[in-house]
């Protein structure tokens, strides 16, 4: 594991960085600031580019990102992290300008989108590890009953250390002005081995 959070100078923009992975890897999906590609080697891993603000430490994943490479994937809910590279690329020829484009590559486990594993099997997990009591919705799909207990919102009543633990963790890296703590399933994938699968939080802070 490699985690080095000191912008290293580089001529090679964001979108440059991203056309040259489309020609090798296949690109699994992007957001508003950041695009997945699969690893070319490793068929379990994936590459997350991420462009950001000028200033790293207001931009919600990247603070995310950090924090999480510190538990070294001890806590089940959070996904595990293999490299993380930050880079810089000075704006303009003025050399009394100090804009930089500034964006991060990192190497993560690939996951599973949460629609791709059947309902059934979804609550299955979810009377295991969270609420064995809580009675099944005849609905087509999870209702914000589940949400707000997997984000631990004031109104549940979940007892899951790990899942404490990890929404504690977001909610302080949530926490200067401008952040908040994204839930919904868009920001939920699935972890699946053959010991079972589990529920992770890709990306809940915007």
Known sequence: MKFDFTPRLTKVSFAHLCRQLKRTSRKLGQGAFAKVFQHPTKSTR??????????????????????ITKLRGNNPFLPRVHSVKVFKRKLGFDPYDRSYEFYFVAELEKLVP????KLKARYAWYEKHIDAKRRKHG?????????????????SRVTNKALKRANKMIKVVSRPVGFFHDAHLGN??????????????IDPIA
């Open 46 to 67: 994936v590459l997350k580019v991420n462009r950001c603000d000028s200033v790293l430490m207001e931009d919600g994943y990247y603070r995310f990102l950090k924090r």
């Open 139 to 155: 609905g087509a799909d999870w209702c914000e009953e589940h949400e707000s207990d997997l984000y631990a919102s004031p109104h």
């Open 188 to 201: 939920l994938m699935w972890r699946v081995q053959t010991t079972g699968m589990h529920v992770v939080f």
């Open 114 to 117: 949460f629609k791709k594993i």
